[in-house]
């Protein structure tokens, strides 16, 4: 069963930065695309980027480029999405998931998710 485990979220002002990890289990990154989500208060889900098991391309919304980094440490299963310069339109649950790649519309084994609040 593939499972995910988000961390690293919590309070900061704007401007600032986090760091969001996510613990992956029951699947081999080589063959997934692995995504990170959010959904912000009354809003629906919003993919922030994607990485790409299978060449290690990474792969970023337009309104987060510049701001946001995925990276990924496939031998420990982990993601990781640094935030830079946040914005209190970042606040949201961030989740991760996993999909055949980054361009699929099925994805699974989603997480409990770890909140941003970005105080301006």
């Known amino acids: 069963e593939v499972q995910f485990a988000e961390s690293g979220g919590g309070l900061v002002q704007a401007g600032g930065s986090l760091r969001l990890s996510c613990a992956a289990s029951?699947?081999?990154?080589?063959?997934?695309?692995i995504g990170w989500f959010r959904q912000a208060t009354g809003k629906g889900l919003e993919m922030v980027s994607c990485?790409?098991?299978?060449?290690?391309?990474?792969y970023g919304a337009e309104s987060m480029k510049g701001r946001f980094t995925v990276s990924s440490d496939n031998a420990r299963k982990m993601l990781y999405l640094q935030m830079n310069s946040l914005k209190s339109e970042d606040s949201a649950v961030y989740y991760c998931?996993?999909?055949?790649?980054?361009?699929?519309?099925?994805?699974?084994?989603w997480g409990q998710g770890t909140r941003v609040t970005v105080s301006s």
């Open positions: 029951g699947l081999t990154f080589d063959d997934h695309g």
């Open positions: 998931a996993a999909a055949a790649n980054c361009n699929a519309s099925i994805w699974g084994g």
């Open positions: 990485f790409s098991g299978s060449d290690g391309a990474t």
